[in-house]
């Protein structure tokens, strides 16, 4: 018995295995690495059926045997013990058999400076009973934790970073506390730190602390003359739709047209029809600038114009009184709908109605200043959509002050051809509005890629281009009208 205490008392007091200490002296990763091959290489002493082993104290004195400290605190169990070790030996994973005595030994004795009581009952167990571990996990031989990180990652829980390094890790992505920054002066230091490293993340986030951490007035007043992160702010509260907060600061900043801008925003999330068009009529009287005021002004103008048509609409399609609503029912409400689409449905449904009515396209057009080229466009849509060719050929005629008429798009006469072949206008149509094309290259080919067969000879023989003329003969059917009159126009190449 003396012999192996003596070799156990040379074995723990090598220079290859010391005790664990929480002391600071060290560098801490290497002290953690210590106790854990310490008391890892625990398991080969125990496994001896000899109990009586010296044990070793966290501060490095012997104060006694395993098997003493565990008789001891059993206080006569000696017999259960010699059960479990036994049963332990031959598989057994029950831990039933252990003792259960209270202890008279506290942790405080047993551990000699501060330490984790989590963590010191842990290694305490680990040391006292290896085989334990069989009962969580069989596999595992290792008795402390995995202590793989790097020093410097080790010290990311450490609170003695500075504004310049906190920023830089949280910019490699690292989980830093900010709580540590409480005075005004290092909020501020960490704030311009963020700005300086260019990372829009970083920004928010600090930015996000000090909001929470700060007074409003006091943040205002350092975020004015921080004008990057100041925007970063203002970005932020309109995304999180902090409209109370954002509406704060910038009256404080005394950008009057901005929080009317903000006021004028909330208008979105209001359902109710009749309450938005109430709001937007006390928007108009905010500070906005002279060209946001009369937007405003045709957002309420339009709105309250929508509430009329749509009511009047949806009595004539429930009575069904128009046949147009019976042959084309709406598809969706006209409420809340821009001012173009407002339009398309006013040339679709209210076309020939006189310019005095609220839904006429003409009275629209009058009232919102609505370009020509817009119009024309958009009536040109509707019309062709319902295949009404005479609205087509009167939207696009006009009369000169002598009395003479003349087609005239102001969109072109090239866009009408395109959008006329989208809504599946017959050839006729189309080669009507394709012989008014100007550009030769573009009218022939647009003639051809439609087959406009009569616009293609056309323009081949006022360009005197028998060449193409007879490539083209091919491309017609045999026997055909077109096919004929090629023959008729190359004849009278000939006989001139």
């Known amino acids: 018995m003396s012999r192996v205490r003596a070799d156990e008392e040379e074995y ?128 595992v031989k290792n008795y402390a934790p995995e202590l793989r990180r790097p020093k410097a990652e080790y010290k990311d829980y450490s609170s003695d970073w500075s504004p310049k390094d906190t920023v830089r890790r949280m910019q490699r992505g690292k989980v830093c506390s900010l709580e540590r920054f409480r005075s005004l002066q290092d909020k501020l230091v960490l704030l311009d730190e963020a700005v300086a490293g260019h990372d ?52 404080f900043l005394d950008r009057t047209e901005e929080v009317a801008l903000s006021q004028y925003r909330e208008h979105l999330n209001i359902q109710d029809v009749e309450k938005r068009r109430e709001f937007l009529k006390g928007c108009i009287g905010l500070p906005f600038s002279s060209e946001d005021t009369s937007h405003i002004q045709d957002h309420y103008t339009l709105l309250e114009r929508q509430i009329i048509i749509e009511a009047n609409d949806r009595h004539l399609e429930m009575a069904g009184q128009s046949e147009l609503f019976r042959k084309y029912p709406r598809k969706a409400s006209i409420l809340n709908m821009p001012l173009v689409t407002t339009l398309f449905y006013s040339c679709f449904y209210h076309y020939t109605e006189a310019e005095g009515m609220f839904s006429s396209p003409t009275n629209l057009k009058k009232t919102f200043k609505i370009p020509d080229k817009q119009y024309v466009l958009t009536a040109l849509a509707a019309r062709a959509k319902l295949r009404a060719w005479g609205d087509v050929d009167a939207l696009l005629t ?22 006329l072949q989208r809504n599946n206008a017959p050839v006729q149509v189309l080669q009507e509005y394709v012989r008014l094309v100007e550009d030769v290259d573009t009218r022939l080919n647009l003639a051809t890629k439609y087959k406009c067969h009569d616009v293609v000879i056309e323009t081949y023989r006022d360009l005197k281009d028998r060449i193409q003329l007879t490539a083209y003969k091919c491309k017609v059917e045999r026997g055909s009208a077109e096919e004929e009159k090629i023959n008729s126009i190359l004849n009278n190449v000939v006989r001139n």
Not at 401 to 415: C, D, E, N
């Open 12 to 139: 723990w007091h090598s220079s290859k295995f010391r005790a664990f200490t929480f002391d600071d002296e060290d560098d801490e990763l290497s002290q953690l690495k210590e106790s854990k091959r310490a008391v890892n290489s625990l398991r080969d002493i125990v496994d001896d059926d000899d109990d009586d082993l010296e044990r070793v104290s966290w501060s490095g004195e012997p104060v006694g045997s395993i098997s003493w400290s565990i008789k001891e605190t059993a206080s006569g169990s000696t017999s259960s013990l010699d059960g479990r070790d036994s049963s332990l030996q031959k598989g057994s994973s029950s831990y039933a058999a252990l003792p259960k005595q209270p202890s008279s030994y506290s942790l405080s004795s047993l551990f000699k400076g501060e330490m984790d009581v989590n963590q010191g009952f842990y290694v305490l167990l680990s040391c006292a009973f290896p085989s334990l571990s069989a009962l969580t996990d069989t596999g």
């Open 200 to 251: 829009g993340n970083v920004i928010t986030a600090v930015l996000i602390f000090l909001k929470r951490t700060l007074r409003r007035e006091i943040l205002f007043r350092e975020l004015e003359v921080r004008q990057v992160a100041l925007c970063h702010l203002i970005h932020f509260l309109r995304e999180t739709g902090e409209q109370k907060f954002l509406l704060d600061l910038l009256r």
């Open 398 to 419: 006009t009369k000169n002050w002598l009395g003479y008429t003349k087609k005239k798009a102001p969109i072109g006469f090239h866009r009408v051809v395109e959008i």
